[in-house]
């Protein structure tokens, strides 16, 4: 009978400091367990397969070709040149697709059963192909340079997809207008800081979408493929680099984030003085050189305007979005008054908004911003200026500078203080109990004192204490005159 139908069983000892070695060959020999193969141990070192060599009795040592702990030659020197001569292979399951067998052979993974059939069938195979020379020549030599061809193409075309991707992403992103209009000079350089934050989100974004769709499509398991997959170490120069990168890429950023915070607070010769006041929900702005207090914030285009930001209750925080700069106003006084420059570079209208949760009707707190030529500024400036005659026009004037309508109606509908419509000579009902007649002193004290008498079912604390000393006597009997005109 011949060996064909009744081949030796021929045992293997694997010799590999990585499991997923053992694990991978194991199943490469399973199918061959029945009939010539048995699997009798696996060894991590020279040490271990001396001891093994005498327990176990192998036929063949297959070494890792590619594990750095062993050291290759020990085992040859050992097993191949030494007093008891064994078959020794050394095998490299790295390849993409192949194993390569250290014997003068490359062999496809597909192939291994008929390299296993080979040896345990056919004639006695010399004990080993030694590592030497032919290692880097030959068919060994031309597989890992079509290896290295085959994944410097892979790279080339999902770089150029990568390119691609990202140009088509820049190029939507700037159809879209992300930011709202360019207004301010401050704006210029954080727009550009911006641009450049998409740009680099574009390209990561496609850098790690495109290798992702591209290794799911390309490398995807084939139909009827039950191989195991390539076992990867790491890949330490890409580590290094994938570290370095990120971390000069936000150094980079930083240097460009303080340039661009330097920009907007660059100082102009000679800037407008605003001082700007918050208060639960309305906004002031007081113009000290001109005697001016306005509720609108009224630039000239293309001159410095620096606004010396504070709050008559909570924090509060000036925002015009088409300005870019954004800053605090603090209650606490002068110790805690905050400056923002703004020169803004476009004529039109625009909004402040308060952009710090500041209570009930936080989402109201805005004003009107006017940017105008210089003359339709000096003509502004002007017409404010010139007082009417009229108490009520007056006190109607003071109401709207000072905000007050953010909290009393004069329509009779609820804020968070009494509605003004007919309340002069009206009785109300205070939080004690008692019942006050709303004339001239009730009013007054009310403003200058707001905590000393409070209208039944309306909270406490909420009117500035403020009032008393920023309006002046007769300012008050001009507020007191347009209340009473209410009707």
Request: proline share 4%.
């Amino acid at each position: 009978m011949d060996n064909k139908n009744n081949p030796k069983k021929r045992r293997v000892l694997i010799a590999s400091s990585h499991g997923l070695f053992g694990q991978g060959l194991r199943s490469l020999l399973r199918e061959r367990q029945e009939t010539g193969v048995e699997v009798v141990g696996m060894v991590s070192n020279l040490q271990e397969a001396i001891e093994a060599l005498e327990k176990l009795n192998p036929d063949l040592i297959i070494v890792d070709y590619d594990d750095e702990v062993l050291n290759r030659d020990e085992f040859l020197a050992r097993f191949v040149e030494g007093e008891k001569k064994l078959r020794v292979v050394l095998l490299s399951l790295q390849s993409a697709g192949e194993a390569v067998v250290y014997d003068r052979r490359t062999l496809a993974a597909s192939q291994i059963d008929d390299w296993l059939e080979e040896w345990t069938l056919g004639e006695e195979q010399p004990q080993i192909s030694t590592p030497g020379d032919d290692y880097s020549s030959g068919n060994d030599k031309s597989s890992k340079a079509t290896s290295r061809r085959s994944d410097m193409k892979h790279f080339v075309i999902a770089g150029i997809l990568v390119l691609i991707v990202a140009a088509l992403l820049i190029l939507g992103l700037e159809q879209v207008q992300l930011l709202p209009t360019q207004a301010s000079a401050q704006a210029v350089p954080i727009d550009n800081l911006f641009r450049l934050q998409f740009i680099v989100i574009a390209f990561l974004f496609a850098l790690i979408i495109v290798f992702m769709v591209y290794s799911i499509v390309v490398f995807r398991r084939k139909k009827g493929d039950t191989e195991d997959a390539k076992h990867i170490e790491g890949n330490t120069n890409l580590e290094i680099i994938w570290t370095i990168t990120p971390l000069a890429t936000v150094l980079f950023f930083a240097y460009l984030g303080g340039q661009s915070l330097a920009e907007t607070l660059r100082a102009d010769p000679l800037p407008l003085q605003i001082n700007a006041v918050g208060r639960q929900w309305s906004w002031s702005f007081e113009y000290p050189d001109y005697g001016i207090v306005s509720e609108s914030l009224v630039l000239p285009v293309n001159k410095q305007a620096i606004l010396h930001l504070s709050s008559t209750d909570v924090i509060h925080s000036f925002w015009v979005p088409e300005f870019r700069v954004k800053q605090d106003a603090l209650p606490g006084g002068a110790d805690f008054v905050r400056d923002l420059r703004i020169t803004p570079t476009e004529l039109g209208d625009y909004k402040v908004r308060c952009a710090e949760l500041c209570g009930l009707n936080h989402s109201s707190m805005l004003a009107p911003v006017e940017v105008v030529s210089e003359e339709q500024f000096s003509a502004w400036l002007n017409d404010a200026l010139d007082l009417p005659d009229d108490p009520v026009l007056r006190g109607q004037m003071w109401v709207t500078q000072n905000g007050c309508l953010s909290c009393h109606s004069i329509d009779g509908s609820r804020l968070v203080g009494p509605s003004w419509l007919n309340v002069c000579g009206s009785q109300e009902v205070l939080s004690d109990g008692t019942t006050v007649t709303v004339d001239s002193a009730y009013l007054y004290e009310s403003i200058v004192n707001p905590s000393s008498k409070i209208v039944e079912s309306y909270p406490d604390g909420l009117m500035p204490k403020t009032y008393g000393d920023d309006l002046s006597d007769d300012q008050i009997d001009d507020i007191i005159a347009y209340i009473c005109s209410v009707k």
